[in-house]
């Protein structure tokens, strides 16, 4: 069976360190994947390779079936798989607008930034980009506030607006990185319904992060790194439950245990 997003083997050292090894899984269409482990367990560097952001040493990523290994970010927007980031990649002195019509333009084809200026259907692309980002603002709460300096928002708005950029490339699956890292209980809800929203819209999600409340509340499945290897994967209660779970956070101190 061809499954959305699938990843086989993929491999990536960093020295004499595997910071991925032979990471197989999958994603399926309109699923919320959520990725958790212990601190250096390999997931940022495991949705680094998926996105495009390095190369993996071996192993294959498929997007619908298509290989895409390898391929740079743009490339891999237009086939409509973006990430964000850690830390938000909002410019502050530009406005909410401006920040998400950078989105819009990562999703079109070569030639049509250059051809922006002057042609029919450059300006018929400018305005099928203002309307889908106006629509994108006010469908996630951003409309009111598109004139302010990014930068002025709260950090929860910021992230949203992290969203917003990634989702003006019109994409099929959307990676997230920490998404929560740094909000309040109530800010994370917040995003939690967001995301959820973003997947009635038909979009599939893989996502990154600590804060255990928040993953069970948005995950389908949940797959567990450790060591650069998956540990196991399934159903968020029960992987959280899961003894050797328990035991990957357990030995890395009791702070990461508590977060369970
Ligand atoms: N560019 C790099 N050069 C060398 N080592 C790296 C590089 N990127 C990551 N690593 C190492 O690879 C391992 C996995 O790191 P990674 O950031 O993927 O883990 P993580 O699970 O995302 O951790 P965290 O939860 O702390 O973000 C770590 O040992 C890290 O130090």
């Given at each position: ?178 998404p929560v890292a740094g909000l309040s209980a109530e800010e994370a809800d917040h995003v939690r319904d967001t995301i959820l929203k973003i997947r009635e819209r038909g979009i599939t999600v893989v996502v990154i992060d600590h804060n255990m409340r928040f993953m069970k509340g948005l ?42």
């Open positions: 069976m061809t499954h959305l997003l699938d990843i086989e083997k993929l491999t990536r050292h960093f020295g004499g360190l595997a910071a991925v090894s032979d990471l197989t899984f999958h994603v399926d269409e309109n699923e919320i994947l959520g990725i958790i482990g212990p601190n250096g367990a390999g997931k940022t560097t495991a949705i680094n390779l998926v996105s495009g952001v390095i190369r993996p040493s071996s192993g294959h990523v498929r997007v619908a079936g298509e290989d895409v290994t390898g391929l740079m970010p743009h490339v891999l927007a237009r086939k409509g798989l973006v990430r964000t980031f850690q830390s938000t990649t909002v410019y502050g002195e530009r406005t909410v607008r401006e920040n998400a019509m950078r989105g819009a333009y990562l999703g079109m084809y070569p030639g049509a930034v250059a051809a922006f200026l002057n042609t029919a259907r450059a300006r018929r692309l400018r305005e099928e980009s203002v309307r889908r980002v106006n629509e994108l603002l006010e469908w996630l709460n951003l409309a009111d506030v598109a004139h302010l300096k990014a930068g002025s928002l709260p950090y929860g708005h910021q992230k949203t607006l992290g969203m917003v950029i990634s989702l003006a490339a019109q994409p099929r699956i959307i990676m997230l990185d920490e995950c389908d499945r949940v797959m567990v790194m450790n060591q650069g290897h998956e540990l196991t994967t399934g159903l968020p209660l029960e992987v959280l439950a899961n003894p050797l779970v328990i035991e990957a956070y357990l030995g890395r101190g009791h702070a990461a245990a508590h977060r369970i």
